[in-house]
């Protein structure tokens, strides 16, 4: 009976040996984590990520509150602390990506990507689109899905019909109505879109072309800049 206890304990002993923690070597996932957090770029989007996490904590005690669910005074002043860090790590963002886009400004070969697109054409004195190159105006929205740091520009154009100054209202019509498409199919708010009226192409006056009756995208990328 002695040695069956024995060679019990013994059994157990080794087992709780074997499942005990074993040493991590955690190297390579901080050294992952670090990668994507370095560089102002890196801290904008940590900073922005914690002033989300903080703002949604805030308003989900805010809908609490609006619902008449149970509450006091310390869980209010969870939610003012809640938005308190998260002002402060939109503050701390706005200035990483300060920071970063001043030095891209300075080195625009490296750190920008730019693309024009002709998305839309229209009949003559109309601001509604006659074509719209669907296809093009999706690659900009999945662009935009996968992309924070993007500026886009809505340029409409017209032909030489017409007068100028009445050609370059239309041109802002032109932007406009494609402006607001692009909001409505998924273009986040995020998104920089600024809405340019070139107006008349050039050429004779009061010659009708298709081709220069149309709206041009430029989709600007901005790449993140090494350390």
């Known amino acids: 009976m002695k040695t069956l206890k024995l060679l019990l304990a013994i059994g157990i002993f080794g087992l709780l040996g074997a499942c005990a923690t074993q040493p991590k070597d955690v190297s390579k996932l901080d050294a992952k984590i670090n990668e994507v957090t370095s560089g102002d770029f890196g801290q904008f989007m940590y900073h922005e990520s914690l002033a989300e996490q903080n703002l949604d904590e805030a308003r989900k005690i805010r809908q609490w509150m609006n619902d008449d669910h149970y509450w006091n005074i310390n869980l209010e002043e969870h939610a003012i602390a809640a938005a308190d860090r998260a002002l402060l790590h939109r503050q701390e963002a706005e200035a990483s990506l300060t920071r970063w886009h001043d030095r ?6 490296y750190c920008i990507e730019e693309q024009l697109l002709s998305v839309a054409y ?7 689109a006659k074509t719209i190159k669907q296809e093009a105006i999706d690659s900009i929205i999945k662009l935009a899905s996968i992309h924070h740091m993007l500026e886009i520009e809505v ?14 209202k239309l041109a802002k019509r032109r932007a406009h ?18 809405q340019i009226s070139f107006g008349e192409v050039g050429g004779p006056d009061n010659t009708a072309d298709q081709n220069n009756r149309r709206v041009d995208i430029l989709v600007r990328r901005y790449q993140p800049f090494p350390n």
């Open 104 to 109: 891209c400004s300075r080195h625009p070969d």
């Open 122 to 128: 229209f009949a003559t004195g109309s601001a509604k």
């Open 155 to 168: 340029i409409g154009y017209t032909d030489t019909v017409g007068s100028a100054s009445s050609n370059m």
């Open 177 to 194: 109505s494609i402006n607001h498409m692009l909001r409505k199919q998924g273009i986040n708010s995020h998104i920089v879109i600024k």
